[in-house]
């Protein structure tokens, strides 16, 4: 390597002028082109969601192990939970997934107006969701004494296993509930970034990428509901 | 500039399947098939969520690393569950009490 003289910062200044003239402002200097910035940042998305996989794998592990062990509690607590809600919330959580793959759509397409659009039905879906899970579930599970250390109390033999479950079910809707508002903020923050028109065909990499936070969210969901709704039965 | 934009028709279609099969999944926990009913809740929740991950996150159109990758990760998992549920399912299996095996076993403690 070359000995860097004195004048060397004002050099790599006029490098960086010239590399500017030649590229958008939204491709960073250390990419080739934006097929690999993109490319790159999809890439790190999914090693991100990749560790959450096995965040939430090492729950629904432990989840297994358990209804294993204690299979009637899990089956007799399962039944105490609204399954009518929880699949409205499905539907919910879905339709949101929609509106989000719309989003990236319209950004993919430069379409500012339908980009904010599709983010605000998103957020209205996301809150409604999680609307929907305090006031009419864990409200509901306050008040019948489902909630481990909060007033619980469930007799019969199988009381303590039924108490392990709604460790689980508080626990694993908790962490999914949590992992939602994180992604609601991140809308804000793509909400402003849109109104400012930052995202157009050449640079939508904020916009894909919190879709795939989105949808693994999503996906968290789409194994909690059976796991935690059904298991018991609806016979 | 190679952007795949995935048609609104798809996307609908994608949603539409993923009702369907959440109403699928609900029908079948009505139905009493015993230890089949975990089987078949989950196997709906595996397809579901390829849907997702292909129709919606874009997968279909990702490069070999990326999908490469991915596929490593969900084999970690499938590693983890498996070797967890080896584990744990077979841990207090009592010996057989009759049959050929129990003369054999019950002979050296005269």
């Known amino acids: 390597m070359a000995r860097r003289g004195p004048d060397w910062r004002a050099r790599m200044t006029d490098a960086g002028a010239a590399h500017q003239a030649e590229h958008p402002s939204y491709l960073a200097h250390h990419f080739s082109d934006i097929e690999q910035q993109n490319e790159s940042g999809t890439l790190g998305m999914w090693l991100f969601l990749l560790t959450e996989i096995m965040f939430f794998g090492g729950l629904f592990a432990t989840y297994a192990i358990y209804r ?60 409604a969701f999680i609307g929907i899970k305090l006031n009419f579930e864990w409200a509901a599970d306050y008040h019948e004494g489902l909630i481990p250390w909060m007033g619980f109390h469930v007799e019969g033999p199988y009381a303590s296993a039924i108490r392990l479950f709604f460790c689980f079910y508080f626990f694993m809707t908790g962490l999914h509930a949590l992992h939602m508002v994180i992604g609601l903020g991140i809308m804000c923050v793509l909400l402003r970034m849109a109104s400012k028109g930052r995202f157009d065909t050449g640079y939508f990499a904020p916009v894909e990428v919190t879709g795939l936070y989105w949808h693994f969210v999503d996906i968290v969901w789409i194994f909690l509901f059976p796991l935690l709704y059904l298991v018991g039965g609806l016979y | 500039m190679s952007v795949h934009v995935t048609s609104v028709r798809v996307y609908i279609t994608i949603f ?39 129709f919606f996150m874009h997968v279909r159109h990702a490069s070999a690393l990326t999908r490469v990758m991915i596929a490593a990760g969900f084999i970690w998992l499938l590693l983890l569950m498996a070797f967890t549920l080896a584990d744990t399912g ?3 299996i009592p010996p057989q009490p009759e049959g050929w095996g129990a003369a054999t076993l019950a002979e050296p403690q005269k």
């Open chain 1, 68 to 127: 294993l062990k204690y299979f009637e509690g899990f089956h007799l607590g399962s039944r105490h939970l609204n399954y009518k809600i929880g699949a409205l919330n499905t539907a919910v959580l879905i339709g949101s997934s929609l509106t989000m793959a719309l989003a990236v759509r319209a950004a993919q397409l430069s379409k500012r107006k339908a980009i904010i659009g599709f983010i605000v039905l998103t957020m209205i879906l996301g809150i």
């Open chain 2, 16 to 54: 539409l399947c993923l009702m369907v099969l959440t109403a699928t999944t609900v029908f079948v926990a009505t139905v009493d098939l015993g230890a089949f009913n975990t089987l078949v809740a989950i196997t709906i929740a595996v397809i579901k969520m390829l849907l997702v991950v292909i």
């Open chain 2, 90 to 92: 077979t841990r207090n």
